[in-house]
């Protein structure tokens, strides 16, 4: 006799059944600032166990590798120690003529390229048709920054860039992300923590830098690098103001299901939150700094539908928090790419911007 089973055979429906019975247990439930308070602690805990150990700090050891002179600004290409048998590749832009100290940005890549995309450079084998697809995101902040004043620096995250293993090893049908995220967890770590790591240890780079005030700091990324902005905004201390384009989201609302298609990879993973939380609890702990979120009314990547609701949560908590005002949100007609129409204002205020010379 054939019985009908209990529960769903495929992992997908079981997937779904999971995400419509999870009650994470530390959603923000609304309230005044005190009730803000006692989240904020009790899912902060939960967060730092989530993201698991950090490496250990080795001196940056910071090597110039070479100096290109661009037309407004200098190109110099940077490798630093971050942790134990990790050397991190970056490139570093500095306005020209500057006067004084500048506001300095990081800015954190996503999927493609590397540094090189964000930085507007040509891949170094992937050739016109990647350069083309950068051009359709207006993936090329970083240089857009440093032509507004700020010093940038970009680095490579793994699996990206110069980190990207051999194609041999990944094999043709697998992840670069989560191959290297699953070999990480074999000694301890989270792939994303690794890359949070290397980016902060960026940023001691660029605030030890003559021509950066440290005091006037941000972060900005699209996409996955919107994913490392968020989190970092809420790990430095030394970050002021941050833009995040392309990620504010729900793992449990769109990420898991038909239509995201497992929209998530070993570099963003971040095991046992959805026991405590979701994506926009994590941008809650970014209060009360200033945060500002852009969203594609024509998203694919993610779904612009969810990506609002997740933003209002998140707004519900700088309410909470007494800081309402300092999360501001660029919805604009188009799609999964950096926008920078409001942000680029939006970050003069926050941190000014550099003076080069007359």
Same mark, same amino acid.
């Given at each position: ?24 247990d ?14 904020? !602690?009790?899912?902060?805990? &939960? ?29 110099? &290409? ?8 990790i ?14 100290? *500048? ?25 016109? =048709? ?22 940038v ?6 699996p ?23 070999? *990480? ?8 923590s ?36 968020? &989190? ?28 995201? =298609?497992?929209n998530?990879?070993? *570099? ?7 026991? &405590? ?9 970014? *209060? ?15 779904e612009?539908g969810?990506?609002?609701?997740a933003?209002? !949560?998140?707004? !519900?908590?700088?309410?909470a ?26 970050l ?11």
């Open positions: 006799m054939t019985k009908k089973p209990s529960a769903p055979l495929d992992f997908f429906q079981s997937l779904e059944r999971w995400s419509k019975d999870a009650r994470p530390c959603l923000f439930e609304g309230g005044g600032r005190a009730s803000y308070l006692r989240w904020r !602690r009790r899912f902060l805990r &939960h967060y730092l166990r989530c993201l698991g150990p950090f490496p250990a700090r080795v001196p940056l050891k910071a090597r110039l590798v070479k100096r290109v002179k661009e037309k407004g600004y200098t190109r110099e &290409h940077w490798i630093y120690d971050s942790s134990p048998g050397s991190v590749p970056a490139i570093l832009l500095i306005p020209d003529g500057l006067r004084e100290p *500048a506001p300095a940005l990081l800015a954190a890549h996503g999927h493609g390229g590397g540094k090189t995309d964000v930085c507007g450079l040509p891949h170094p084998v992937w050739g016109k =048709k990647h350069a083309a697809w950068t051009r359709t995101l207006d993936y090329d902040y970083a240089r857009q920054a440093v032509l507004r004043g700020y010093v620096l970009a680095p490579d995250f793994a990206f860039g110069e980190r990207r293993p051999p194609e041999i090893w990944l094999r043709d049908d697998r992840d670069a992300c989560d191959i290297v995220d699953l070999c *990480a967890r074999y000694f301890g770590f989270n792939l994303l690794l890359n949070l790591w290397d980016a902060m240890r960026g940023l001691d780079l660029l605030a030890a830098h003559p021509k950066v005030d440290p005091r006037r700091m941000g972060v900005i990324g699209l996409s996955y690098g919107g994913t490392l902005a968020a &989190h970092l905004m809420v790990l430095d201390r030394r970050l002021k103001a941050g833009v995040v384009s392309g990620y504010v989201s729900t793992l449990l609302g769109d990420a898991f299901g038909m239509r995201g =298609k497992g998530t990879c070993g *570099a963003q993973a971040l095991p046992w939150l959805l026991r &405590h939380g979701d994506i926009p609890e994590i941008f809650g702990l970014v *209060a009360p700094k200033p945060l500002l979120l852009e969203i594609g009314k024509e998203e694919d990547c993610f612009s969810d990506m609002l609701k933003s209002a !949560r998140v707004a !519900r908590i700088y309410r928090a007494g800081v309402g005002k300092n999360l501001k949100k660029d919805v604009f007609a188009g799609g999964h790419r950096w926008n920078g129409v409001k942000a680029w204002p939006w003069a205020a926050q941190l000014g911007r550099g003076q080069p010379a007359a």
